[in-house]
């Protein structure tokens, strides 16, 4: 235990550490992921195999990720027991070549999560991701604006999952977030945030609207006065 080993060549680097049987390999690291653009390749991939609930053997949690992937946990919950259950995230700095859909908003990461042997004994999954505050901050977003969202390959469209914030620290904001399968995902904006421009024109029109219907109030009781 505790043995690693470590390489770097030509900026790709591979660690494999005998601690927690996690392997990691990356390209890159930092900031949130570009919008417009398409990564045909993740550039940080982590395999680890799952550490087994000592109260139920049908629970596996896989911990221990790179701050770079935005995730802290993955607890699967499974209706059988599974011979050497292992997960490996991707993490790709902009939307993945394989998803069509580009997400609106800000975006923290794009991810791939994939189980494997597991044999369709998925019951549920509870995934528990980070957001540094700086990112939030640089962002003009607030801890209460983020989500994770759920790529739909048959509908081509992004399902926002259910997301619960959870505890912070100096650096991050973590949230809960259940699914009962897997794809690509993005930690991302869950709401439209109006530029000021948009802003003023929204209270604009509402004030004429609101204008115009007091006018015509008022010209209606005068003319049922009369």
Known sequence: NGTSISTSTSGLSITVSSTGTSTTTSTSGGGGSSAGTVAATPSL?????AEVSEDDNKTFIFQNFSSETGIKKIEIEATEETTN?????SKYDARPINVSTEKTGEVYRYLQIEPQNFDSTIEKTTITFQVEKSW??????????????????????????????QEEDDVFYYYDAET?????????????ILSSTAASNRLLWIIITASLVSIIIIVSMVIYRR
């Open 45 to 49: 991939v982590e395999t680890q195999t």
């Open 136 to 165: 939030l901050s640089e962002s003009n977003l607030e801890k209460g604006d983020i989500s994770l969202f759920k790529f739909d390959a048959n509908t081509a469209a992004w399902g926002e999952l259910p997301t619960r914030q």
């Open 85 to 89: 259950p292992m997960i490996t995230v």
């Open 180 to 192: 009962g399968s897997f794809s690509y995902f993005a930690i991302a904006q869950n709401k439209e």
